[in-house]
């Protein structure tokens, strides 16, 4: 740590010595499935009484409408919990942009509800890295970054969502207003077991496609009949025939039919796409309207598109390889090696990034087997990462950009 200044050493010391461990332990307790909506509350509570040591204003923001297509067909309004937001000294020369998520994949009848420490010295809990412990190890650093010197030279936002899981739907709007100019990003996406960050990421699409045909009896006069299902099937098959190399689709699931001597008039396709870029993603779009236009006119029926692309694809821009090494000179002056590679996941990093802000969207605990139940937390990762947060925030206010 020779690289470090009296202030920056101060500020690590600080954030450092926060109870990081235990607040994780506290906030993994509490149950956040995305439709766990009395979970989220409680969750939304609980971290607005933690980061309420900050100054600025603190809101919980109510989600924006969600509609989702139901299994029978119809569009349904789908509820999500609110979402926090800080703000803090917004006049300052330069603007920082914190972002991380309170939900889990864990509904609140999944038999992952509890936690224990493994005999490697691991803490496997639900949400401990994705990403419990990125959000206590966050504040630790904010908290740090407020009691330096240099703290009246940044302003910054602090958005954590409820729904980022599940695409981050109702909160999608909110996070684009937040990234209005902003210098940069930090999100709090876990780092790989070895410290290795997310560098370019893939975007992601889901949809579902609304099959109506016309129900016949399937013995007195099938031909009467325009089979949902069926057309259903045609599409799934047409749209996995689209992947190509930067372009991965998944027909997931199928909605529909019924008793054996009905024909269908009813089907619904859920679908995935993961384009790698905007060429891919105009791919995509490509692909799905051919397929309707061909299976519409083939079997007769007529087929609703519902849902988007909402994650573009995130590359790694010159602003965002600023940042990027601007993070991995704070870690080599820690002591501590940073490295990045591209993935094919999505996270709020992939939003930020279409808003034109260079962001490094896993600045959390280290962890792995995210999203099973063998979630595990590296808990000495979480004075690592606090100290690296902190350093990184107070080198962006010195230097007033990556």
Known sequence: MTMLSAIERTAIERAQAAPMLERTLEWAAINSGTRNLAGLSAMAATLADAFSVLPGALELVEPEPVETVAPGGAVEPLAHGRHLLLTVRPDAPVQVLLTGHMDTVF???????????????????????????????MLAALDAAEASPLAERFGYTVLINSDEETGSLSSRALIARAALGKTAALTYEPALPDGTLAGARGGTGNFSLVVHGRSAHAGRNPEEGRNALVAAAALAVMLADAKAPGLSVNPARIDGGGPNNVVPDLAILRVNFRPGDAAATARAQAALDAAIAQVSAAHEVRIELHGSFNRPPKPIDPAAARLFDLVRDAGADLGIPIAWKATGGVCDGNNIAACGVPVVDTMGARGGAIHSMEEFLIPESLPERAALSVLTLLRLAERGRP
Request: charged fraction near 15%; hydrophobic fraction near 45%; proline fraction near 6%.
């Open 107 to 137: 509904a609140a009848d999944h038999p992952f509800q509890q936690a224990q420490w493994l005999a490697d010295g691991r803490l496997n809990a639900p949400g401990a890295a994705d990403m419990k412990g990125g959000l206590s190890l």
